[in-house]
């Protein structure tokens, strides 16, 4: 229906403006944008862009959950691929998502840059002129004047326009050709005004997110106490940079986790062993443009993140790191140091892993639980009660065999390939898992050597990142909230006072919900005849 | 924040309160059903005891909002931090605040008909969260404290109970301009019709939900914001396309869709209605489903 209504005006452009059929493409072009920046167009964008959003909270999102995606694949490989192939894990980087909000924006910008000039237009011209008949307007009041005031009405308008002007109404007083005047005001242009404002910042906001997006980067790292971190590359366990980003970007400082402490909920007893405070004690050492270096102590938690020049630095993560040293069957050290146990429930029940490729002996590797506070399962499970390690154990499972490290894959440090080994300690193999309390050391089965609990140390894990855009974001955002607040909140309306038919009359027209529209009318006229009585009524809407 | 006292004892003295609050609630309900009812019958001797009900309504609904604003306090106070840190604490605090804002229109005289709304949803809300919502009182996860759980979570309890009184409205206003509840001929129907009859003319409805509707735009701007703000100091970023942001962003762009509908010809009415009422389930949707079944970072139902 549209359509062909549309085309019958576009043909008609065509006939009346020219003969050329390159303006029947014109009137097509011009009508493609009209329907594009209209209103009915924008909130539809809108809703949709509201109803695309949503699968993306259902699927796992690569950018946010690339492990729930993995499962997924795992769970439902067919359904998974379909998904895959509509960008369904991949929502909000999407072709069908950007091109709902690049529609939107384009609309935003056709809508907004005609309504400027419109509304500078408006700002610098006076109010309308008076319509002849008031009684139409949505609120009106005539007051019977008494003779004197109507024959000197002019006195009456000058008031009039006094008051509006104290008001803060922009005030307009005309001689109409009949000779009459007539008082016509205005106010509330900054309804217009913050309305533009909040769309203008709307695109502000956009493109601050994507090209701060692009100069922006985060990186991953685990820092067991005692060790340094320097911020280049290579110092990290993981990395992903913007599309703009450059490795010279990254500022050169170095940081040292001195000392890492939580604090456990030992008091109330509904609440204990809940986690009460994260704090990661740390030395960052900063290089100034002089060459030389500046140190600082400082305490990053949770929702306290370090602010070094170019970069932020967050805690997200924490667990436990056994110092542990293994020898070989001729006493000499194949494995030392701490290593990070990935912690499996609240109470910090730990899983490490430890790879000996190069001992004495054949190579084997080792799966292992440390439990902060040790407990017996009736089953006789092993398990930690509470995250402190007030009755810490180290217990481990031996395996022999091919570790699978000469493949040239990367192997992930926090698993152990049992496919081609063989288990030598622990579970079914015959000979009880290795257990032992700090400072302890244990034989390992067939001659492989000893292993020493030497002590405890924990782990924290930062992120580093930093978004230049992000300043820029909230900035253009705060500016659309006020702005929104001004268009939703300050009343755009007309005003307009005449003497007519021996009456004093004065109407209001308000653009938008205006809820004290009767209300002001009542008010100004009431001041106008002297008559108080009327604007002290109450009006309910 | 490293020293957290629970008061145990306090806790329960809250819950009790509550339940105290909620016998209340429901004289005030009855009675304000009673009111409606009485007001739509054809006798003129019934309609005439129409008001006392109401004032028994009204006294029941300040006293138990009392209740349960000591209730809300006394959670607080046992908690030793603000109590809004899980969804029984959501709901608890949120619908004081919905009542209180209720009692603070209650002077416009055309909002008093949604008192018999206002007290059945209360009533219903914390029947819920005492029932399948509760948890003990318990200390803060290090991740919620900050000042802006303090500011953040107020504001996007605040807005909410603005959207929803906007939704009585609109829901009423539906009603009020569904042709099929005109011309029904049961005589259930005629009942439904007159209650409906005493609510204010369809044009002040509509008004009436747009402009609680713009506060809590305005507010859940401010919420967006602040999350984002929260988000970049406890999760590195300001934004993710976690959960619960992916719905914050959606129900925030409904509402812009809403406002648009307002100023666009043929939107306006029905559809804009529809609108509110579509953001307004988008938000119980976000609080219940998102909260309790959803995977995401805001895991703070405070339910395993
Ligand atoms: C990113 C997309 C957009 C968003 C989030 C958005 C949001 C809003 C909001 C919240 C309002 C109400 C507050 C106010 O009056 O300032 C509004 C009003 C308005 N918007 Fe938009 N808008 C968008 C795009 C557009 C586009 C594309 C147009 C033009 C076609 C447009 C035209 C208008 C107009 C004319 C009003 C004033 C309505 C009135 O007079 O009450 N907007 N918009």
């Known amino acids: 229906m549209v359509i062909s209504s549309s085309r019958s005006r576009a043909t008609e452009t065509a006939s009346t403006e020219a003969q050329s059929p390159a303006i029947g493409l014109l009137g097509w072009a011009r009508w493609i944008w009209r329907q594009l920046t209209s209103m009915r167009t924008a909130l539809i964008l809108l809703l949709m862009l509201a109803a695309a959003a949503v699968p993306g909270s259902i699927y796992p999102q690569r950018s946010a959950d690339p492990n729930g995606v993995t499962t997924f694949f795992d769970n439902n490989p067919d359904f998974a691929k379909i998904l895959d192939s509509i960008q369904m894990f991949d929502v909000y980087t999407s072709a069908w998502f950007s091109a709902i909000y690049i529609l939107l924006f384009i609309s935003l910008i056709g809508c907004v840059i005609p309504r400027t000039f419109v509304h500078a237009r408006n700002l610098r011209e006076e109010p309308v002129e008076t319509p002849t008949n008031l009684r139409r307007m949505p609120a009106f009041l005539a007051s019977n004047a008494s003779p004197e005031t109507v024959r000197d009405s002019k006195q009456l308008i000058t008031s009039a326009a006094e008051l509006l002007r104290k008001q803060r109404y922009r005030v307009a007083v005309r001689e109409g050709s009949n000779g009459e005047t007539t008082v016509s005001a205005e106010r509330g242009y900054l309804r217009e005004t913050g309305n533009l404002v909040f769309h203008i910042a709307l695109l502000g906001v956009l493109f601050a997110v994507g090209i701060g997006g692009g100069y922006s980067y985060n990186g991953q790292r685990v820092v067991v106490e005692g060790e340094t971190f320097v911020n280049n590359l ?202 032992m309390v700090p400072g302890q050391t244990v034989k390992l089965p067939k001659d492989l050597g000893t292993v020493t609990f030497e002590g405890i140390k924990r782990f924290a894990s930062l992120d580093v990142s930093y978004n230049p855009g992000g300043i820029w974001v909230l900035f253009f955002a705060l500016l659309a909230l006020a702005g929104v607040t001004l268009s939703l909140t300050v009343p755009r309306r007309r005003v307009w006072v005449a003497v007519r038919d021996s009456e004093l009359q004065v109407a209001a027209l308000a653009r938008g919900d205006d809820p004290a529209l009767e209300k002001i009318v009542a008010e100004i006229s009431a001041e106008l005849t002297g008559d108080k009585s009327k604007s002290s009524k109450e009006s309910d809407d | 924040m490293t020293n957290m006292q629970l008061n145990e004892g306090l806790s329960q003295i809250s819950l009790l309160v509550v339940y105290g609050a909620m016998a209340i609630y429901t004289f005030s309900f009855l009675a304000f059903a009673t009111n409606l009812s009485r007001l739509a019958s054809n006798k003129d001797e019934t309609r005439a005891t129409a008001s006392g009900a109401e004032k028994f309504g009204t006294v029941m609904l300040i006293l138990a909002g009392i209740l349960h604003g000591v209730a809300v306090a006394l959670r607080g106070i046992s908690a030793n931090r603000v109590p809004w840190a899980n969804m029984y604490e959501f709901t608890l605090t949120g619908s004081f605040i919905v009542v209180a804002i209720y009692l603070i229109a209650m002077r416009l005289k055309d909002v008093r008909l949604i008192a018999t709304f206002i007290s059945g949803v209360t009533l219903l809300a914390l029947g819920l969260a005492t029932s399948i919502w509760y948890v003990q009182v318990k200390t803060l996860m290090p991740a919620l404290q900050s000042y802006w759980l303090v500011i953040h979570v107020l504001v996007a309890v605040l807005a909410t109970a603005f959207f929803n009184i906007a939704a009585a409205f609109s829901v009423v206003y539906l009603l009020r301009s569904a042709n099929w509840l005109t011309k029904a001929k049961a005589s259930i129907f005629g009942f439904a019709r007159r209650v409906i009859d005493l609510f204010p003319t369809s044009d002040k409805l509509e008004k009436l939900a747009y402009r609680f509707n713009i506060i809590g735009f305005i507010l859940w701007s401010f919420t967006l914001i602040a999350g984002a703000i929260w988000a970049e100091r406890a999760w590195h970023r300001y934004w993710g396309w976690d959960t619960k942001e992916v719905w914050t962003f959606i129900i925030w762009t409904i509402y812009a869709g809403y406002l648009h509908a307002n100023a666009t010809r043929g939107w306006t009415g029905k559809r804009s209605a529809w609108l509110s009422l579509v953001g307004f389930v988008a938000i119980l949707f976000n609080f219940t489903i998102v909260n309790l079944f959803f995977k995401g970072l805001h895991v703070y139902s405070g339910l395993k």
């Open chain 1, 234 to 435: 290579a110092g990290y366990d993981s990395f992903s940079p913007g599309a703009f980003f450059k490795p010279e970007m990254l500022t050169p400082f170095s940081m040292t986790l001195d000392k890492f402490e939580v604090q456990f909920d030992l008091q109330n007893r509904t609440n204990i062993g809940t986690p009460l405070d994260f704090r990661a004690y740390v030395t960052s050492r900063i290089q100034n443009g002089d060459g030389t270096t500046t140190d600082k102590k400082s305490v990053i938690r949770v929702n306290e993140p370090l602010e070094l020049p170019g970069s932020h630095v967050y805690l997200t993560g924490n667990g436990y790191a056994p110092v542990i040293t293994i020898r070989d069957k001729n006493g000499d050290i194949a494995f030392s140091g701490p290593t990070e146990y990935l912690p499996q429930d609240k109470n910090y029940t730990s899983l490490g892993v430890i790879k000996v490729p190069d001992g004495a002996g054949p190579q084997f590797g080792i799966l292992s639980f440390f439990y902060p506070t040790q407990d017996k399962l009736t089953t006789g499970a092993r398990t930690s009660i509470y995250p402190d390690p007030l009755d810490p154990l180290l217990s481990m499972n031996v395996y022999i065999g091919d570790l699978g490290l000469d493949s040239g894959q990367p192997k992930n440090v926090f698993e152990l390939d049992i496919s081609k080994m063989k288990q030598v300690a622990g579970g079914k193999s015959g000979v009880k898992g290795l257990e």
